[in-house]
T-cell receptor
Framework: EAQVTQNPRYLITVTGKKLTVTCSQN?????MSWYRQDPGLGLRQIYY???????DKGDVPEGYKVSRKEKRNFPLILESPSPNQTSLYFC?????????????????FGNGTRLTVT | AQKVTQAQTEISVVEKEDVTLDCVYE???????LFWYKQPPSGELVFLIR??????QNEISGRYSWNFQKSTSSFNFTITASQVVDSAVYFC?????????????FGRGTSLIVHP
């Protein structure tokens, strides 16, 4: 089954304790992205990746890191989480064929990770 | 720069009423794509429709219909004879070639509550 898998679904942690949220897709998608969803603010992009070893900042990258060492995985790293990073996080992926020119296929989303930082 | 505005934060209707969710977008590009996603109470995000800027035909899928009007930069979503299962947050999104890529921009979402 084609899917984007995020783990964990729920995470409660304390300020300053490094954490990683994993994201994996089995659709061979080039494009992967992380979003955070906060009440009244909708979905805001944190980081995205066009392909392996290619990452770039989205709208709200401060306090986050990502890596794209393999095509299927795109982990989100919070080196020193703070309470303002309490949010619902989504990973997403889609096709992005550079040979054909950009063609935004709809995003496939993971089921979300609800993070609470106390 | 691209922008999506969903002015309705929350809409409350009674079952069987028709409801329209508004989406207004801004982009300087002539080629762009518009999307609607649904987020039910369970939290996952589900793709509903994609429309490109060269296709202004309205689309109907069961009780759902979409009205794309370039003249007003709008891509509105109508649910006919709403049902309780339609209760969700709905997001409109825009992808255009600004900056050389099609990174999508999302609106803030409209929460639809359908009462029995």
């Amino acid at each position: 089954e084609a899917q984007v898998t995020q783990n964990p679904r729920y995470l409660i942690t304390v300020t300053g304790k490094k954490l990683t949220v994993t994201c994996s897709q089995n659709m061979n998608h080039e494009y992967m992205s992380w979003y955070r969803q906060d009440p009244g603010l909708g979905l805001r992009q944190i980081y995205y990746s066009m392909n392996v070893e290619v990452t770039d900042k989205g709208d709200v990258p401060e306090g986050y890191k990502v890596s794209r060492k393999e095509k299927r995985n795109f982990p989100l790293i919070l080196e020193s989480p703070s309470p303002n990073q309490t949010s619902l996080y989504f990973c997403a992926s889609s096709l992005y064929d550079f040979r054909m020119g950009p063609s935004p296929i709809p995003l496939h989303f993971g089921n979300g990770t609800r993070l609470t930082v106390t | 720069a691209q922008k999506v505005t969903q002015a309705q934060t929350e809409i409350s209707v009674v079952e069987k009423e028709d409801v329209t969710l508004d989406c207004v977008y801004e982009t300087r590009d002539t080629t762009y794509y518009l999307f609607w996603y649904k987020q039910p109470p369970s939290g996952e995000l589900v793709f509903l429709i994609r429309r490109n800027s060269f296709d202004e035909q309205n689309e109907i899928s069961g009780r759902y219909s979409w009205n794309f009007q370039k003249s007003t930069s709008s891509f509105n979503f109508t649910i006919t004879a709403s049902q309780v299962v339609d209760s969700a947050v709905y997001f409109c999104a825009l992808s255009s070639a600004s900056g050389g890529s099609y990174i999508p921009t999302f609106g803030r979402g409209t929460s639809l509550i359908v009462h029995p």
